[in-house]
């Protein structure tokens, strides 16, 4: 805590000149694989995180060495579009610089990892030369924005994808400190009176994200935003937008002050309405959001201490209009559709599964490989999931043969005999490279899923569809307090077991154990999986017949909030 009562970091942003801080000079100096702490905290909104192997950390102390320091880098891809020739040029950076994988991110992006500190700028500057930014892909500033993936169903769906593309731009820090740092700029004369009008010289209290959903598809989680956009479309035409405020997946452990939070509507806009309201939410945020305690300076505490119609009081009148009524919507599921699906326009989009996002050459699954191949001959493009897959959109028909035979080569083909749990799985990245990580996740998720299938193969159960969400601590990248059963970490080998979401990202989970080892969670479930192949009602979804059934009565949290309609 700072002199003032403010955090640290509204220090080291207030003293940042617009977030240039010292890292020239941290990337610049030759004794250490790291740079300085400060540097590191502004290095986020450049869109870079400073990290260490983990698996390493113990050896290396008792070698007397510095941890195994590395850098994260994550793209800015409003809505995870990106051309043939950006993927090639993400797989060559990946080949080149980073540890030989691209992983999709929960927020339809790429992260690269394992980039060492001399190979930062060069790396960064090569993601420019392909047309692509990592500016503010995090820190305290509006991230990338994410969007219903593959909006194709018809002209107004490819509208609603095209404004989540105008407010990411809308909503970019314009400093020139990225450009100037990893892109060689000059600073120009005047350069003094540069600002921040929308954001300010310490920008934001804490990160803030935006998605775009298109009902009746929730593949976004629209809920989890801090900013969420109900695409209203009637006849083919976009009306607008509901707007939902509040939504957020962190949470502590053991600290009944945090909590994740489902956004909640305020009201409609229309499209020409819509950056204005996105500015002045942030607006709001940015006036009134906590600044001492970074645990508490989320929007979902900001909207929780003003209180919801305060809150939308406030936002109207910095917009100078009345928000309208919301309008009718309804989704029915939250995950991806496999497989081959035609466009209005007759262009054909694949959906491939890529288990936690990670797009490697493994032993007899050389997906790295494959998809580059893929990359060479395709004429549409790559589209990137909230789930961590992959569709290969804008297949022109006589080019279907092509892509299934590389497909099938490099096999790619895995989402064709999916288990119903497997095809809704997410796992954060969490061991070795998350600082914040309690728990494996990503690593963990290969061991967990075949246990899992036994006991729903034991109950024919092996097709039901049912979403899985592991996180290895309580922050919630993986949004796991939206799974039907998720596992958020405690420490190594221990978890929380949640359970209760529904399938449609409406409903939060509740605890049911803390703490427990593979064994009691596989012992719980199995017995929760005997009752619903019993007890459940035609077509009830797993979550929903916890709930019904009365199995939660008791496990009621007291941080489940309800969506606001």
């Known amino acids: 805590m700072s002199d003032n009562g403010l955090s640290d970091l509204e220090r080291i942003k207030a003293n940042s000149r617009l977030l240039r801080g010292t890292l020239v000079e941290s990337l610049a100096d030759p004794v250490t694989g790291a740079i300085s702490e400060d540097d590191n905290k502004l290095l986020k909104f450049h869109g870079s995180y400073q990290q260490d192997d983990r698996d390493l950390r113990e050896e290396r102390r008792k070698q007397k060495l510095e941890p195994a320091y590395q850098f994260m880098v994550r793209a800015r891809l409003p809505g995870g579009v990106l051309s043939p020739a950006q993927w090639l040029s993400f797989d060559h950076i990946a080949r080149t610089w980073a540890n030989h994988t691209l992983r999709i991110t929960t927020r339809q992006t790429f992260q690269l990892h394992g980039i060492l500190k001399h190979d930062l700028k060069r790396s960064i500057a090569a993601m420019n030369e392909a047309l692509v930014s990592t500016i503010a892909a995090c820190g305290d500033v509006n991230r990338n924005v994410v969007a219903s993936a593959n909006p194709v169903?018809?002209?107004?769906?490819?509208?609603?994808?095209?404004?989540?593309?105008?407010l990411s731009e809308h909503l970019k820090p314009k400093t020139r400190a990225y450009h100037e740092i990893w892109l060689n700029e000059q600073r120009v004369a005047g350069g003094e009176e540069e600002s921040e009008p929308l954001y300010g010289a310490t920008y934001l209290p804490r990160k803030f994200k935006i998605g775009v959903a298109v009902p009746p598809t929730n593949d976004v989680d629209v809920f989890a935003q801090d900013l969420g956009l109900i695409a209203i479309i009637e006849h083919d035409e976009l009306l607008g937008f509901n707007i939902a405020v509040g939504g957020g997946m962190g949470a502590s452990h053991g600290d009944a002050s945090t909590y994740p939070r489902l956004g909640s509507v305020l009201g409609f806009v229309e499209p020409e309405q819509l950056l204005r309201t996105a500015e002045a939410v942030i607006e709001v945020q940015r006036d009134f959001g906590d600044r001492k305690e970074r645990k508490?300076?989320?929007?979902?505490?900001?909207?929780?201490?003003?209180?919801?119609?305060?809150?939308?009081?406030?936002?109207?009148?910095?917009?100078?209009?009345?928000?309208?009524?919301?309008?009718?919507?309804?989704?029915?599921?939250?995950?991806?559709?496999?497989?081959?699906?035609?466009?209005?326009?007759?262009?054909?989009?694949?959906?491939?599964?890529?288990?936690?996002?990670?797009?490697?050459?493994?032993?007899?699954?050389?997906?790295?490989?494959?998809?580059r191949a893929i990359a060479e001959i395709h004429q549409?493009?790559?589209?990137?999931?909230?789930?961590?897959?992959?569709i290969i959109a804008n297949v022109p028909t006589a080019q279907r043969a092509r892509v299934d035979a590389l497909v099938t080569e490099y096999?790619?083909?895995?989402?064709?005999?999916?288990?119903?749990?497997?095809?809704?799985?997410?796992?954060?990245?969490?061991?070795?490279?998350?600082?914040?990580?309690?728990?494996?996740?990503?690593?963990?998720?290969?061991?967990?899923?075949?246990?899992?299938?036994?006991?729903?193969?034991?109950?024919?159960?092996?097709?039901?569809?049912?979403?899985?969400?592991?996180s290895g601590c309580p922050n919630g990248c993986s949004r796991p307090y939206l799974g039907e059963i998720a596992l958020i970490g405690r420490a190594i080998g221990r978890y929380d077991l949640r359970l209760g979401a529904d399938f449609?990202?409406?409903r939060l989970n509740r605890i049911v154990r803390e703490n427990i080892d593979e064994a009691e969670i596989l012992s719980e479930l199995d017995a929760l999986f005997a009752r619903y192949a019993i007890e459940r009602n035609e077509d009830e979804r797993f979550g929903d017949f916890l709930v019904r059934s009365g199995v939660l009565t008791s496990a009621r949290h007291p941080i489940d909030v309800e969506v606001f309609a």
């Open 380 to 390: 549409g493009d790559f589209r990137m999931t909230c789930n961590q897959n992959l």
């Open 504 to 506: 449609a990202g409406q």
């Open 296 to 371: 508490h300076a989320r929007l979902k505490y900001t909207i929780d201490r003003m209180g919801l119609p305060a809150f939308k009081v406030e936002l109207e009148r910095r917009l100078g209009f009345r928000l309208q009524p919301s309008r009718a919507y309804r989704f029915d599921h939250n995950g991806d559709r496999y497989g081959w699906t035609e466009g209005d326009d007759g262009r054909w989009h694949l959906t491939l599964q890529i288990e936690s996002g990670r797009v490697a050459d493994f032993p007899d699954q050389p997906h790295l490989s494959g998809l």
């Open 153 to 166: 169903a018809s002209p107004a769906h490819r509208l609603a994808y095209r404004w989540a593309e105008r």
């Open 411 to 470: 096999k790619l083909d895995g989402y064709r005999r999916l288990s119903g749990i497997r095809r809704h799985a997410v796992a954060c990245v969490a061991l070795p490279t998350c600082g914040l990580a309690m728990a494996e996740s990503e690593r963990y998720l290969p061991q967990l899923l075949p246990k899992l299938e036994a006991l729903l193969e034991r109950h024919g159960l092996r097709d039901e569809p049912i979403l899985l969400r592991l």
